[in-house]
C-alpha cells in the first residue's frame, strides 16, 4: 500500500520562502511521476507542478512558474516542492500525488490522473 506524507507546511508572510516535502513508501518511487497539487478554501484542486520519474521533465502551473521548483530524490524516495515569492493567491492545502509509469519523461497535470495522494499539508501566506 502506497503511502505519501507531506511536511513543511506552515505560516509565512508574503514574500517569503518554504519548502514542501513528500515522503513516500510503498511505492515504486524510480518509477513514478510525482504531482504536486494545491486546494484553496472553495476552489477545486489545481496543478502545481510535476515531475517525471526520471527527473528530466519538469512542468508548472503559470501561477507559479519561475517561484517554485519541485525536485526528488529517488534514493530517499522523496519530493520536494521549494516555494519562493510567496503570495497570498498561493495559500492552500498542498498535496502530492503519486502514478506508475513505464516511460521515464511524462508528467501528467490532471488531478484524476494521479491514483495516491498524501493528506496535505496547510500553507497559508499573510499579506
Known amino acids: 500500500q502506497a503511502d505519501l506524507v507531506e511536511s513543511g507546511g506552515g505560516l509565512v508572510q508574503a514574500g517569503g520562502s518554504l519548502r514542501l516535502s513528500c515522503t513516500t513508501s510503498?511505492?515504486?518511487?524510480?518509477?513514478?511521476?510525482m504531482g504536486w497539487f494545491r486546494q484553496a478554501p472553495g476552489k477545486e484542486r489545481e496543478f502545481v507542478g510535476g515531475i517525471s520519474s526520471s527527473g528530466v521533465r519538469i512542468d508548472y502551473a503559470a501561477s507559479v512558474q519561475g517561484r517554485f521548483t519541485v525536485s526528488r530524490d529517488n534514493a530517499k524516495n522523496t519530493v520536494s516542492l521549494q516555494m519562493n515569492s510567496l503570495k497570498a493567491d498561493d495559500t492552500a492545502i498542498y498535496y502530492c500525488?503519486?502514478?506508475?509509469?513505464?516511460?521515464?519523461?511524462?508528467?501528467?497535470?490532471?488531478?484524476?490522473?494521479?491514483?495516491?495522494w498524501g493528506q496535505g499539508t496547510q500553507v497559508t501566506v499573510s499579506s
Open positions: 500525488a503519486a502514478r506508475y509509469t513505464s516511460y521515464h519523461a511524462s508528467v501528467y497535470q490532471f488531478a484524476s490522473d494521479y491514483p495516491y
Open positions: 510503498g511505492l515504486a518511487f524510480s518509477n513514478s511521476i
